[in-house]
C-alpha cells in the first residue's frame, strides 16, 4: 500500500487510496477484463499505459474541460487526483459503427436513442460522432441508455453539458490520433463534480481500455477491424466457448506478448513519445 495513504477501493484494474480529505491515489494496475470479467493473467506493464495516455490527453484537453490530474508518480502507474462526486453514467461518444452500437443498430437500426440511416454496415463511419450514454455497473455489464434516461440520473441541463463536452473532447482526440495513423472508433468519458459544481473529467481518458483504436491504413467498412486495444484478448476469448461470467480464462504466453505490444505500440502512436522514455521520466507526457 502506498505510503500514508488508506485503501478505499477496488475497480476492475484500479486501486483507489486516499491521500487526505481533497486527494486521492488512483493505482492502475496491470489486470485486464473482457465482457466486464477481470481475468486471472495479467499484461506487463499496462497499468503504465493507461496512466501515461491518461496524463497526455488530461494536458491537452484542459482548454475543452478541466481535469482530476494532480501529479504522476514516478512508478508510471499512480495518478494523484483531485476528489470528485462522480457522475452515475458513463459518457460514451461513437465516431464508427461497432461493439454493442453495432449490435442494437443490426436489432432496432438505432443506438441509444439516435436512429440511424437504413443499411449501414459494420464499422461504418458516421457522419457526426453520437453521443451514447450507458450506466455504471459495479459488476456485471454496463447498459446502454437513451438520453431521457440519462436526464433521469444526472438532468437534463447537466447532461446537455456532458453531452457537448464528451464531443468536443472525442473530436480533438480523434483530429489528433487520425493524424497519428489511427482512429478513435469510440469512446468512453467519466465525469465528475468539484466542490463549486463544475464539471470535471476524471477517471482515465482516451486509453485502449476506455477506447477503441483503429490502425487508419488498415480501415475498411464492412468487417471487424485489427486493433490496439483489448479487442485482441476480446477475440481470443471468443475462441473458448467460455460463458462470459466469472471465473476468467487464463491467456497464453502469445496473447499476453500480443496485448502488451498493441497497448504500447497504442502509447508510442499516440504521444510520439518512446514507451522507454515515459518509464524513465513519466511527467514526459504532460509536456
Not at 67 to 94: A, F, K, W, Y
Amino acid at each position: 500500500m502506498p505510503e500514508a495513504a488508506l485503501h478505499v477501493g477496488s475497480g476492475k484494474v484500479r486501486e483507489l487510496y486516499a491521500l487526505d480529505e481533497e486527494r486521492l491515489l488512483l493505482v492502475a494496475s496491470d489486470r485486464i477484463s473482457t465482457f466486464d470479467v477481470v481475468l486471472p493473467t495479467d499484461i506487463p506493464d499496462k497499468g503504465r499505459v493507461l496512466t501515461g495516455l491518461s496524463g497526455f490527453w488530461f494536458a491537452r484537453t484542459r482548454e475543452i474541460c478541466p481535469n482530476h490530474l494532480l501529479n504522476l508518480r514516478s512508478d508510471g502507474r499512480s495518478t494523484e487526483c483531485r476528489r470528485l462526486q462522480m457522475l452515475p453514467i458513463e459518457c460514451v461518444v461513437r465516431g464508427y459503427l461497432a461493439g454493442s452500437g453495432w449490435k442494437d443498430y443490426t436489432a432496432t437500426g438505432a443506438v441509444c436513442g439516435h436512429a440511424l440511416p437504413v443499411g449501414l454496415t459494420e464499422s461504418a463511419e458516421l457522419s457526426e460522432p453520437i453521443f451514447t450514454p450507458a450506466t455504471k455497473a459495479a459488476s456485471g455489464h454496463d447498459e446502454n441508455i437513451d438520453r431521457d434516461q440519462a436526464a433521469e440520473l444526472v438532468g437534463a441541463d447537466r447532461l446537455a453539458e456532458v453531452e457537448r463536452v464528451s464531443i468536443a473532447l472525442y473530436r480533438h482526440a480523434a483530429e489528433r490520433a487520425r493524424r497519428r495513423g489511427i482512429l478513435i472508433a469510440d469512446t468512453k468519458f467519466e465525469f465528475g463534480l468539484d466542490e463549486e459544481r463544475r464539471l470535471v473529467l476524471g477517471d482515465e481518458a482516451l486509453t485502449p481500455d476506455s477506447s477503441r483504436f483503429w490502425p487508419a491504413d488498415d480501415y475498411a467498412a464492412a468487417r471487424s477491424q485489427p486493433s490496439f486495444d483489448k479487442q485482441f484478448v476480446r477475440d481470443y476469448c471468443e475462441t473458448l466457448g467460455w460463458g462470459k461470467t466469472p471465473p476468467g480464462p487464463e491467456l497464453p504466453d502469445d496473447v499476453v506478448a500480443g496485448t502488451r505490444a498493441r497497448y504500447v505500440e497504442a502509447f508510442e502512436r499516440l504521444t510520439g513519445i518512446a514507451f522507454d522514455d515515459y518509464l524513465a521520466d513519466p511527467e514526459v507526457v504532460l509536456r
